[in-house]
């Protein structure tokens, strides 16, 4: 049954989505700032996934689930310039579940488990004594993971009613701010567990591709990839 208020609500919905853009954020410096220091460490990602995808290197369904991880990281990075913070921690949590899922299978740790906390723990009892650095990495993205969770379900302040389309986009600074502080610490450490993992690969790439991913590695990080 058709119902012509929905029906007449819809259409301003429509209309709002068809000419949504940045409009007056684009001349905030302070926004386009952040989010060009954010989009550095995205962009590795992006490389990486990019570069995998050309060398065969996983099966399809591994292979899935790490560009579904990078997508959602993506997807979260575009959901922060809008000014919709919430769902972008939502999404971003996402793409740490998918790539720790990605990361368990393509190192064969354990059972084949989705529970997100029995994968990080197994993980974590698995790199205690293999590696160190590893073991820290996996478990600073596990605390990141708990942060975000909170952000999205404990905090009032990320608690986000909708009160009218006419105010996206829309910027606040300390939203944003925490965004492009969990985007990095998070970019920082799959860029690190991923060159763990195809070292060999990575020797391959172009120069410049190399650049964009060694730039992201922290001074111990690129002691134990390369003993420098």
Same mark, same amino acid.
């Given at each position: 049954?058709?119902?012509?208020?929905?029906?007449?609500?819809?259409a301003k919905v429509w209309n709002f989505a068809k000419d949504f853009n940045l409009g007056a954020l684009e001349r905030n410096e302070e926004l386009r700032s952040g989010a060009c220091y954010a989009y550095r460490f995205s962009y590795a990602l992006l490389v990486w996934v990019n570069e995998i995808s050309? *060398? +065969?290197?996983?099966?399809?369904?591994?292979?899935?689930?790490?560009? !579904?991880?990078?997508?959602?990281?993506?997807?979260? $990075? $575009?959901?922060?310039?809008?000014? $919709? /913070?919430?769902?972008?921690?939502?999404?971003?949590r996402g793409g740490i579940e998918n790539f720790v899922r990605f990361f368990y299978l393509a190192n064969n740790?354990? !059972?084949?488990? +989705?529970?997100?906390?029995?994968?990080?723990?197994? *993980?974590?009892?698995? /790199?205690?004594?293999?590696?160190?650095?590893?073991?820290?990495?996996?478990?600073s993205l596990h605390n990141i993971y708990g942060e975000i969770?909170?952000?999205?379900?404990?905090?009032?302040? /990320?608690?986000?009613?909708?009160?009218?389309l006419t105010? /996206?986009?829309?910027?606040?600074?300390?939203?944003?701010?925490? $965004?492009? !502080?969990?985007?990095?610490?998070?970019?920082?450490?799959? +860029?690190f567990l991923l060159l763990h993992c195809h070292i060999n690969e990575f020797k391959s790439f172009h120069f410049k591709l190399k650049d964009s991913i060694t730039s992201l590695l922290e001074k111990n990080q690129k002691k134990f990839i390369f003993g420098m």
């Open positions: 049954m058709r119902n012509e208020l929905s029906t007449e609500s819809f050309k *060398l +065969n290197k996983h099966d399809d369904k591994l292979l899935l689930i790490l560009k !579904e991880s990078i997508s959602d990281l993506s997807t979260s $990075f $575009f959901l922060f310039l809008q000014g $919709f /913070y919430k769902p972008s921690l939502f999404i971003m740790v354990g !059972e084949n488990d +989705n529970r997100i906390d029995v994968i990080f723990s197994q *993980l974590k009892h698995e /790199y205690f004594s293999k590696s160190r650095i590893i073991h820290t990495a996996i478990v969770s909170i952000c999205i379900h404990g905090d009032v302040r /990320y608690m986000e009613m909708l009160g009218g105010g /996206y986009p829309q910027y606040n600074k300390e939203k944003a701010s925490l $965004f492009i !502080e969990k985007n990095k610490s998070i970019c920082v450490i799959l +860029n």
